[in-house]
Nanobody
Framework: VQLQASGGGLVQAGGSLRLSCAAS????????MGWFRQAPGKERAFVAA????????YYADSVKGRFTISRDNAKNTVYLQMNSLKPEDTAVYYC???????????????WGQGTLVTVSS
């Protein structure tokens, strides 16, 4: 499975961004897509996950109500709509593919290259 993340950038606090993650290859072997983020000096942290089949969604408490994960099965693409962004959301955002909707990055098998989101105050 190959993953290509895009959509990061610089935005002011309160603004919005939409990240995209295009998947290719043996995507059927990885029924779950997740987004993680890693801020400087911090560990990689779970943000959200979605199942390709059924579209079940899971969120970290810190982003509930502000971020929305969705998928387009026809395009093999997963999105992360981020609203009401805060400076503490600043991080490199990674998409990942795995077999279970878990929060541990160690249990995801494939990773995209990361896209930087910077939220200014």
């Amino acid at each position: 499975v190959q993953l290509q993340a895009s959509g990061g950038g610089l935005v002011q606090a309160g603004g919005s961004l939409r990240l995209s993650c295009a998947a290719s290859g043996r995507t059927f072997s990885s029924p779950v897509m997740g987004w993680f983020r890693q801020a400087p000096g911090k560990e990689r942290a779970f943000v959200a996950a979605i199942t390709w089949s059924g579209g079940n969604t899971y969120y970290a408490d810190s982003v509930k109500g502000r971020f929305t994960i969705s998928r387009d099965n026809a395009k093999n693409t997963v999105y992360l709509q981020m609203n009401s962004l805060k400076p503490e959301d600043t991080a490199v955002y990674y998409c990942a593919a795995g077999r279970l909707p878990v929060t541990s990055p160690k249990l995801y098998d494939y990773w995209g290259q990361g896209t930087l989101v910077t939220v200014s105050s």
